[in-house]
């Protein structure tokens, strides 16, 4: 797009902005696989935390929560970070890929992929399908299983190791190592205490995680499920690989050298003949900037040239744009400011990738470059508008917003369709959702456990004031996340208005932690593991405090 037509849409208002609304739903074919979304809207993924401690296998409470988003008529489902690796998990309570393919060890996989196909979380049957109308861009949803690796930044023993048992990373170089200056003692501690100084991966121990994430696409083929993304963001396995501040190697995977070379072998293998089908979907999800000892631009241009890279194999379908990890939670943290109330994060990253992926030639197969996934920010219909106007992206990905409204499509579709009848612009999500706050909106009583739950949160946070230690940003950015955990599960229970704003993201923090979901006999195990975790906490403060 030239640049005075990109000006002249800047300063049009949202009235003309929102003439672009309609094409949120117009179909896109994805370049290499051939599969057709309904429409653009991308449920981006976010972790669920709903599995047994250390177990991995979806559950009741995931198909109830997928089925809910399958009903919605999403473009593409794409599921929480789903670990090839169960000795390298998150929190301990990741969906995880069976070490051994076997009928038995599918049957749930198949169940969840059905719930998305389907929007019913009741066992499959023969003829259960998604009903659809002749509706334009609303229809069956694409479902993508996200394939991760912990690598380092997976946690002592919740990552399923012993306890201090070091995780495998491609350089040893703690998590948390080059942000200990700015965070202060008390949150170096943190991260000492939870994650260990990693082992440098052997050229074998390389071989075994891809074919780790070769064995999670064939769960995905093999269940039902449309295909895979592959996660190269947020500081998990294969970003550490592409980052020369987790990847200190100085043979072929190193991030000076070849920085891509981890994630070429997991593509390049995924689409060796006869692995997956013709017709499966690769996606990949790329940090936008990655690269501590650089400055902005030249992060940027260094992404930029991945994208270049990616997009002349011609074996993806989409990159997902999106930035940060661990120690810099770009992914998480949403206070940003910028000019524009309808600029997004990430979004002239996504732009300029576009531009880059229109002029590759892919070597690899005679398939179009991938299209572009822009996900951070789209909390309005205007912002969504406006990325499609201004061609920042071929894909809308939608984080918290899906949470909120797992219905989102059905009712921007609804609103749209309505204003058309009407002949009045649509009303509906022109402003950005309420603010989350520490202690939640105050309750309509007094007299309610949510008002004791604020004051006694208010002490709490009187109490912490006092102390002389800062909390690691993950922490305090996580905050957010775990609200949207919380009515995740709301949302899986059936519970008709799940979105609760007297919930403060304090309270939600708590109950992330200590009140696992679904409840289970192993749940005891759990507040065993919470308690020792507060020890050791307690006695790390007592050495740096």
Avoid at 191 to 217: C, W, Y
Avoid at 267 to 280: E, K, Q
Avoid at 465 to 481: D, E, I, S, T
Wanted: glycine share 8%.
């Amino acid at each position: 797009m030239s640049s005075s037509q990109t000006s002249e849409l800047d300063v049009q208002d949202d009235a003309s902005i929102l003439a672009h609304a309609d094409d949120i739903f117009t179909p896109v074919k994805l370049p290499v696989s051939g599969r057709t979304a309904c429409n653009r809207f991308v449920k981006a993924p976010l972790y669920e935390h709903f599995t047994a401690l250390w177990d991995g296998t979806p559950n009741d409470a995931l198909f109830s929560l997928y089925a809910k988003w399958g009903s919605g008529y999403w473009g593409v489902i794409l599921t929480g970070n789903v670990q090839v690796d169960r000795q390298h998990l998150t929190f301990g309570r990741d969906m995880t890929v069976p070490e051994v393919l076997t009928p038995e060890t599918l049957a749930p996989w198949r169940r969840l992929a059905d719930s998305i196909h389907t929007g019913r979380a009741s066992p499959p049957s023969s003829d259960a399908k998604l009903e659809e109308d002749s509706t334009p861009g609303l229809g069956r949803p694409l479902a993508l299983i996200q394939l991760s690796h912990g690598g380092r930044q997976s946690l002592n023993i919740l990552g399923g190791r012993p306890a201090f048992a070091p995780p495998l990373a491609p350089s040893p170089i703690r998590s948390g190592a080059t942000h200990a200056a700015k965070e202060g003692k008390f949150s170096l501690a943190i991260h000492r205490l939870l994650h260990q100084e990693p082992r440098e991966m052997t050229l074998d121990d390389i071989k075994n995680a891809v074919s780790a994430f070769v064995r999670g696409a064939q769960l995905a083929a093999q269940s039902g499920f449309d295909g895979v993304q592959i996660h190269a963001a947020h500081g998990y396995l294969i970003s550490q690989f592409i980052s020369p501040k987790s990847n200190i190697r100085t043979d072929d995977y190193s991030a000076e050298r070849d920085p891509l070379h981890f994630l070429r072998d997991v593509v390049y293998a995924i689409r060796a003949p006869g692995v997956v089908p013709d017709d499966f979907v690769i996606a990949v999800k790329l940090n936008s900037a990655d690269y501590a000892r650089d400055t902005a631009e030249l992060q940027h241009n260094r992404a930029l040239d991945h994208v270049r890279e990616i997009g002349s194999w011609g074996l993806v379908d989409f990159i997902e744009v999106s930035g940060g990890d661990y120690e810099d939670p770009q992914f998480i943290d949403s206070v940003q400011q910028f000019k524009s109330p309808r600029q997004v994060m990430f979004e002239e990253f996504a732009s300029r990738s576009i531009d880059i992926l229109a002029q590759c030639t892919p070597t690899a197969t005679s398939r179009p470059p991938p299209l572009v996934c822009l996900t951070g920010g789209l909390n309005t219909l205007p912002k969504m508008s406006s990325v499609l106007a201004h061609k920042h992206a071929h894909l809308l990905g939608i984080g918290r917003l899906s949470v909120t409204h797992p219905l989102l499509p059905i009712d921007i579709h609804t609103a749209l369709s309505t204003a058309r009848a009407t002949g009045r612009a649509p009303t509906f999500l022109l402003t950005e959702p309420p603010a989350l706050l520490p202690l939640g909106a105050p309750p309509r009583t007094l007299l309610s456990w949510r008002a004791l739950e604020r004051l006694l949160t208010y002490l709490l946070t009187l109490l912490w004031a006092v102390v002389p230690a800062r909390m690691p940003r993950l922490v305090g950015a996580g905050g957010n996340v775990n609200w949207h955990n919380i009515v995740m599960r709301r949302i899986a229970a059936g519970e008709p208005e799940p979105a609760d704003y007297t919930l403060g993201t304090i309270g939600a923090t708590i109950r992330f932690y200590f009140t696992p979901y679904p409840p289970s006999p192993a749940g005891s195990r759990w507040w065993l593991l919470a308690g020792l975790v507060g020890v050791a906490i307690g006695v790390g403060l007592g050495q740096v405090l």
